[in-house]
């Protein structure tokens, strides 16, 4: 078998590379010589030599070459108050022609160039993790992969530094980028001694940068139309329409493994609360009956898929368990281990998490299938479609939480029918039907 394609290098290329050292150098030069009062000021005598001084100093300030506009950028400083007034209105030029230059690698032909050479490292980098991630030689199961963890998490980590900062990691393909970003960078960190304060939105050059990672719609990238359509689904239906019991620590975990799946290129997965059930009852089971294993002692709710089976949902199997703080955490502790990090990559729809113990954390279970979705469908289910419903509900609304009542009561959700009934009442005391739905009379 092949091996796999080696992970793009993460160092930057070496013209990049020096003008990062350069600001890295700068920032260290100003931390040790100081800035604005408490850097050692030169006397300027009042003649014209000094005069002649400064003019050559601040034409040389605006030099295309490094070398002699840092150069001359110092010899300003050292004059004390009148250097420093002269460098400052050509830092404030330099931020705007640097900052304009950014834009304009950012957008047309340009940002489309760059865009592709992004694509295509990210695309290496996931290529590169995943190849590992599902080798079993290299991640073995064996004390849950330990002997490959590493490996595992440099490649993945060269996926994040690009997945995450997408425009810093794309001045590595564009020299005039680089430059002009690094441009900004002496021109924040020169400032301080000059006084100079940049616009708010640049005050930090990173921040900036990430702030324009739009314009790379980096969530398409790598993928094809059809999965692209599929994510943006899923999202809708998290964001508007999903019916979930999750608690706040059982969400988080999903959203962690769902986030990991989108920057490792995978499909998003559907939070099922027919999952989210089995996998509760299933956590739940474990803390009463004193057990940690995927196999039930209860003949049947011995498998995760006659678990799932048992909720309404036929297609489950993979199965994640964890003792853990929170939600994240247990998330983190199976990217940990082999086996379930490739559970968390495989080619499911649905996913759900469950949890018992003291919130947030205790013991969880992760179940993956991939079944029917309950997305664009009627729901028989009188648990999920209760939750679809109150995620509908008008909280304030006396006669809402009545209505749901009635409808609880005919489902069969007695306890969520007395809840909404009684809610009604605290609402509004005299609300007669809400009184006659509970069996009380209205005082007057």
Known sequence: MAAP????????????????????????????????????????????????RLKVLVRDAKDADDARRLKAWEGLLALGDPGAAALRPVL???????????????????????????????????????????????????????????????LVSAVREAW??????????????????????????????????PPADLADVSGWLDSLTPRFERDA???GGAQHDWNG?????????????????????????????????????EIDERLVRAARKHSQEMVDLGYFAHASPVPERKSPGQRCALEGYSGGGAENIAIAADGRGAFDGWYSSSGHHRNMLGGHRQLGVGRAGEFPGRTFTQDFGGGDSLRGRTIEDPQIAYLQKRKKLDMADADAHLALAVWCRANGLADLANLHAETAVVLDPGHAKALEFLGRKRRN
């Open 5 to 52: 394609p080696a992970p793009p290098s993460a160092a930057p290329a070496a013209p990049f590379a020096r003008a990062r050292r350069r600001s890295v150098v700068l920032a260290g030069l100003l931390a040790i010589t100081g800035s604005g009062s408490d850097r050692a000021v030169a006397q300027v005598p009042a003649d014209s030599a000094a005069n002649e």
């Open 92 to 154: 404030e030029a330099k931020l705007t022609r640097d900052r304009a230059a950014v834009e304009e690698r950012l957008k047309g032909k340009e940002l489309a160039r760059l865009h592709k050479l992004y694509e295509a490292d990210l695309v290496a980098r996931r290529q590169a993790a995943l190849a590992c991630i599902f080798d079993p030689k290299r991640y073995p199961e064996e004390n849950h992969g330990a002997a490959g963890q590493g490996e595992v998490d440099g």
């Open 164 to 197: 995450e900062r997408p425009v810093q990691h794309a001045r590595r393909f564009s020299p005039e980028l680089e430059r002009a970003c690094a441009g900004l960078e002496e021109v924040l960190a020169y400032g301080v001694s000059v006084g100079f304060a």
């Open 221 to 223: 990238l790598g993928i």
């Open 233 to 269: 689904a899923v999202i809708r239906w998290h964001t508007e329409e999903m019916p979930t019991s999750a608690d706040a620590s059982e969400r988080a975990c999903m959203d962690a493994t769902n986030a990991y799946r989108l920057m490792m290129g995978k499909p998003l997965l």
